[in-house]
């Protein structure tokens, strides 16, 4: 396997002119059964960086300079992950950080990680055996922390504890299917979007724990705008992948009001008093004929569903179909409220009908997570958590 080492420099002089030898003597050897290039990403640094690295050019040759112009340690890496991918011709590609805050003896801990069947491995702090400087600040350690944490719940995936590590390793197989040229953040965010898209992909995800070491020359890179940008990134990128459930819920919401108005007509001018369970149920199509109507409008009509299923009153029988199970539901736990706490139910010195209170904990709690059940595998088959199955793994 052909492996591109990628190191963004920029005022790294002292670091690479240490790095690189330290590489070639000593981890490189180790690596027998892969091809390893470097791939030295200099963003014109002024400090001479770029006249160190073509020095060990001559002394090795599998050590490759690209240059270019400052705009991001993001930019600097898709140039390099693209440079590695098309000229390279590199079977899988490694993020890591010329500053010595990754460690090189860890390099053949993720490779080997990849050996033994990984898609993406990562170099992770926050799993056993992993660890973050001790010299950091209270501050520094709280901020990354909590923005590992503030992601893994954004994203509504704990399988993964260390989101925002920068030392990776990818087969290209997966990081050609991303789009480079339309990430979120071409600063330190951009990490988070790949990782975030290559999960999506099913990529198999191992984590490797890592000792995260403070510089040993220059200060930290990482800004208030790039804390920023990154939660912006991560909030987006969450949205985004909520938006169907956020559509959903919106339609549901319009489906509600519908169905307690209906079930408050049905009674009034039905005269269903003592029948409410009927004027639940009747309330009840009533909300899933409005949610059938946008839900197929709106919600789901990205789906291929929509073309396959035939005609539109097809679609809408089987949705009623699908759908009488959240009738009953809604019909059963009325009628028994109503025998149990009578027609009414005395509210801030009002009688309200029975139906009325009790339906709306009954669709909060049973009816929405089934019918969202439904109509993702069922109605408009989505195949949402199939496709986007994620393997996961840690290694010692």
């Not at 033994?116 to 992993?130: C, L």
């Not at 909590?146 to 990776?168: C, E, P, Q, Y």
């Not at 009509?301 to 035939?310: M, R, V």
């Amino acid at each position: 396997m052909k492996i591109v080492i990628i190191l963004p420099t920029y005022n790294e002089r002292d670091n690479i002119s240490k790095l690189i030898p330290l590489l070639e003597e000593d981890i490189l050897p180790q690596l027998k059964h892969h091809t390893i290039q470097l791939l030295i990403v200099d963003d014109r640094s002024p400090d001479g960086t770029a006249e160190e690295v073509k020095k060990f050019m001559h002394k090795w040759k599998n050590i490759e300079l690209l240059e270019g112009d400052k705009k991001g340690l993001g930019a600097a890496y898709v140039r390099g992950m693209k440079y590695a991918m098309d000229k390279m011709h590199a079977d899988a590609v490694m993020e890591f950080d010329a500053d010595f805050q990754h460690n090189p003896k860890d390099i053949p801990r993720l490779i080997k990680a990849m050996d033994d069947g990984a898609d993406y491995v990562i170099g992770s702090r926050y799993v056993p055996g992993g660890s973050i400087p001790k010299e950091w600040g209270l501050d520094r350690k709280v901020l990354s922390v909590f923005g590992s944490l503030i992601t893994r719940v954004a994203w509504l995936n704990f399988a993964i504890h260390d989101m925002t590590s920068g030392f990776k390793l990818a087969k290209t197989s997966f990081l050609k299917r991303v789009d480079l040229d339309t990430l979120l953040s071409y600063q330190f965010a951009y990490k988070m979007h790949i990782l975030h898209d290559i999960v999506k992909l099913g990529a198999v995800v191992k984590e490797v724990p890592i000792a995260f070491l403070e510089r040993e020359k220059g200060a930290s890179k990482i800004s208030q705008k790039d804390q920023f940008d990154s939660l912006y990134v991560v909030m987006r990128l969450g949205i985004y992948d909520r938006k169907r459930l956020i559509k959903f819920l919106f339609v549901g919401g319009t489906g509600f009001i519908v169905q307690l108005t209906v079930i408050a007509l049905a009674i009034r001018l039905a005269n269903l008093h003592d029948k409410q369970f009927v004027a639940a149920m009747i309330g009840g199509e009533a909300a899933i004929l409005s949610n059938f109507m946008l839900n197929n409008l709106w919600t789901f009509k990205d789906t291929k569903a929509i073309k396959q299923q035939g005609s539109f009153f097809r679609r809408l029988v089987k949705f009623n179909i699908a759908s009488f199970a959240s009738i009953g539901i809604q019909g059963t736990v009325v009628f028994i409220a109503e025998k149990v706490l009578g027609p009414t139910i005395p509210i801030l010195g009002m009688n309200i009908h029975t139906s009325l209170v009790i339906v709306i904990p009954t669709i909060i709690l049973l009816v929405i997570p089934l019918n969202y059940f439904v109509y993702n595998r069922v109605i408009w088959k989505t195949q949402y958590l199939k496709k986007h199955k994620v393997a996961h793994h840690e290694v010692s």
